[in-house]
């Protein structure tokens, strides 16, 4: 069982900055690909950023230039830099995590979120 636990949400004005983090904890064998979802209010979550075990990251084009996600192995820890916030950005914001279990089987896992809100 793996717990992510999201943290670094909160009000800021538009053009400002955050850093999400979110932190896996449990038993498991290893952590594979990590991302970051968000859902809007009265709209579908979608992927804002995701990064593989290996480091590679995609983003969505909505973001690209102004997040940047990245993740400490070590730590078992994942972060999204976001810069330059826009209003639209306002969302509750979901870690994401595909983990192998010690015997081997591949499981998902979500955190319960934290709200980023971006006043205008």
């Known amino acids: 069982q793996v717990r992510l636990v999201e943290s670094g949400g909160g009000l800021v004005q538009a053009g400002g900055s955050l850093r999400l983090s979110c932190a896996a904890s449990g038993s498991f064998f290893s952590i594979n690909a990590m991302g970051w979802y968000r859902q809007a209010s009265g709209k579908q979550r979608e992927l804002v950023a995701v990064i593989t075990s290996g480091g590679s990251t995609n983003y969505a084009d909505s973001v690209k230039g102004r997040f940047t996600i990245s993740r400490d192995k070590a730590k078992n820890t994942m972060y999204l830099q976001m810069n330059s916030l826009k209003p639209e950005d306002t969302a509750v914001y979901l870690c994401?995590?595909?983990?192998?279990?010690?015997?081997?089987?591949?499981?998902?896992?979500w955190g319960q979120g934290t709200p980023v809100i971006v006043s205008s």
């Open positions: 994401n995590a595909e983990a192998i279990s010690r015997d081997g089987l591949r499981q998902n896992y």
